[in-house]
């Protein structure tokens, strides 16, 4: 997992990667056969000079500048995104501790009716084995929702949007 992570780390950094792999054949070219590619490229850079040739340099030099732009304003996007998860997922834990609070004072007074129910024999089993599982299955969906990490939306119909769990999309 970690050199996979490593190596998509270095594919994020490709032109990097290109020079260093440049750099290392230049140095071997020159160490076995004496050719300088740097001293070659500076030749050429001379005779796009005499040539009249800067103007497509700078063009070059301003699309390159427009590039490096895009990149900041994608990055900028993508941490104003994370921002916005992190609050929304905030948000979501302070309701969700509202939502446990009275809930749970509820399935307390459930529980209550449940055992004077039980004492009285005012409900058949099967009625109050009914009771427990409903209670159960209630406190696991809350569970559920309390511990999500990340927002699953999914919108219900007449503009009705709900959080889900990953479970229940599948």
């Not at 497509?56 to 030099?61: A, P, R, S, T």
């Not at 511990?147 to 599948?170: K, Y």
């Amino acid at each position: 997992m970690r050199g996979k992570k490593l190596i998509l780390n270095i594919l994020q950094h490709k032109v990097t990667l290109a020079t260093t792999v440049l750099v290392l054949f230049n140095v071997y070219l020159y160490s076995i056969i004496n050719i300088d590619l740097f001293q070659l490229l500076i030749a050429g850079l001379q005779k796009v000079e005499d040539s009249n040739a800067e103007d497509i340099f700078i063009g070059i030099v301003f699309v390159l500048i427009g590039f490096l732009i895009d990149k900041i304003r994608l990055w900028r996007k993508r941490v104003g995104k994370r921002k916005i998860e992190k609050a929304k997922l905030a948000t979501l834990r302070a309701t969700m501790t509202t939502v446990h609070d009275v809930v749970n004072n509820f399935l307390n007074s459930l529980l209550l009716f449940r055992l004077e129910a039980e004492n009285s024999a005012a409900m058949k089993d099967e009625s109050l084995k009914m009771l427990d599982d409903l209670t159960s299955e209630t406190a696991g969906k809350l569970k559920e929702i309390d511990d999500l990490e990340n927002i699953f939306e999914r919108d219900f119909g007449s503009g009705i949007t709900g959080i889900v769990t990953p479970a229940s999309q599948e």
